[in-house]
């Protein structure tokens, strides 16, 4: 069975950082993607940053490059997302999830296996 498990949450003012870091286990694919989603109160689940493991490649959505770093140890089964710069609007419950073969990293729908999330307030 896979588990997925976030951490890291918490709340800080605008301009701060914080690192989320997501452990999976009991998969063996070391072609999954790890994908970091979000959803503010209110709205939609989406996509935030995503490293394909295999190769290391990674993607960020543009509301959060150049702020957001998503890497991975992978002698931990442990993938990160830090986060600086923070603002308001990235408040929001962050998910990490394992796709085993995704038409995009985007897609919330292509996912397999989802954590509980991790609450991320940013105050102005």
């Known amino acids: 069975q896979v588990y997925v498990v976030e951490s890291g949450g918490g709340s800080v003012q605008a301009g701060g950082s914080l690192r989320l870091s997501c452990v999976a286990s009991?998969?063996?694919?070391?072609?999954?993607?790890i994908g970091w989603f979000r959803q503010p109160p209110g709205n939609e689940r989406e996509g935030v940053a995503a490293?394909?493991?295999?190769?290391?490649?990674?993607y960020y959505a543009d509301s959060v490059k150049g702020r957001f770093t998503i890497s991975q140890d992978n002698a931990k089964n442990t993938v990160y997302l830090q986060m600086n710069s923070l603002k308001p609007e990235d408040t929001a419950m962050y998910y990490c999830?394992?796709?085993?073969?995704?038409?995009?990293?985007?897609?919330?729908?292509?996912?397999?296996?989802w954590g509980q999330g991790t609450q991320v307030t940013v105050s102005s």
């Open positions: 490293i394909y493991r295999y190769g290391n490649v990674k």
């Open positions: 009991g998969y063996t694919y070391s072609n999954a993607y």
């Open positions: 999830a394992v796709a085993l073969h995704p038409a995009s990293w985007l897609l919330s729908s292509e996912y397999n296996y």
